[in-house]
């Protein structure tokens, strides 16, 4: 989610508040009115990083359960969105099946791990308002191999992606797996050069809930990180490069491992069936974002840049549990 959702959500009432009275004093903003490029209220994004490792200011208080849905055996399903893939394509030295391997290898080998072990204390089926869990309800757990699927979308990419052409490109990614699966993650993934406006200004990735019938599915938005380097993650950690991409994809597994475990324990960040925030509005990757104890973990016989999760039973941000 965002900096502060609860904040921006706030901004948000307060700039549509304004749009409507400037709408009434020109016809000239009914562009601006209709401006589809940017997110949802609902998206919950991780902000870029903008050279400070200090902790937010919400980092103290802890996660609440807002009484709707988590993630009990998470699924991802990757879609690399565009021919590019196919084709190929290279930035800073590194080819897009580098890329490739490097993110497949996250995410093939996340469950399971001890860093993915922080969100297991977090469950539903308890207290709305609740900020611990114990033995109660029905908890997340961390499976091995939970990388189920990944495709290339040979569908043209726009060169400024919507939110609703993103939700779309996640509603192919599921049909392409068979159809709806209340435990699954849609990431989708576009090549560089092909990414949302506010991508590397605004936002390094984001996460929100679609609708398919009456299903609500969730899904992730992943741009081409290394493209807009340190701002997005490059380097963060490994301040060297190597041949596997640690450095220059640090951001890779660092942001999508938060939209990733934001996704798990709040798949549906509307507000109206969410799972887990603060009295702010901030998740459990917000908490920790671009946090000086980022570290490396194993996973696979490989290393992958991330950061901390916010824990409640620790009060602070972890790297295990």
Known sequence: ???????????????????????????????????????????????????????????????????????????????????????????????????????????????????????????????????????????????????????????????????????SAALRSMAHFGGYDPQAIYFVFTPSGRNMSGFGTQWCAWHDVTTSGSNQVAYAYMPYVPSVGSTCGANFVNKTNDSFGHGYFDGFSIVGGHEFVEAVSDPHPSGTNAGWWDSSGAENGDKCAWSASSANISLGGNNYAVQPIWSNAIGGCATSA
């Open 1 to 167: 989610m965002g900096f502060f959702s609860g904040n921006r959500r706030k901004a948000r009432l307060f700039a549509a508040f304004s749009l409507s009275i400037a709408l009434l004093i020109t016809t000239n903003m009914v562009a601006l009115a209709k401006d589809d490029d940017s997110l949802s209220a609902s998206a919950s994004y991780m902000r870029v990083y903008k050279g400070a490792t200090t902790a937010i200011k919400a980092a103290g208080t802890p996660l609440i359960y807002q009484g709707g849905q988590i993630l009990t055996a998470s699924k991802v399903y990757i879609s690399w969105w565009g021919t590019q893939w196919n084709t190929g394509f290279t930035t800073g030295g590194y080819t897009s099946a580098t890329a490739q391997t490097y993110i497949r290898g996250f995410f093939g080998n996340v469950g399971g791990s001890s860093w993915n072990n922080v969100d297991n204390q977090y469950c539903m089926g308890i207290t709305k308002g609740s900020t611990s869990c114990g033995s109660s309800g029905t908890h997340i757990t961390n499976p091995a191999g939970q990388l189920k699927g990944e495709w290339v979308d040979t569908t043209s990419v726009p060169s400024r992606p919507t939110q609703a052409n993103i939700a």
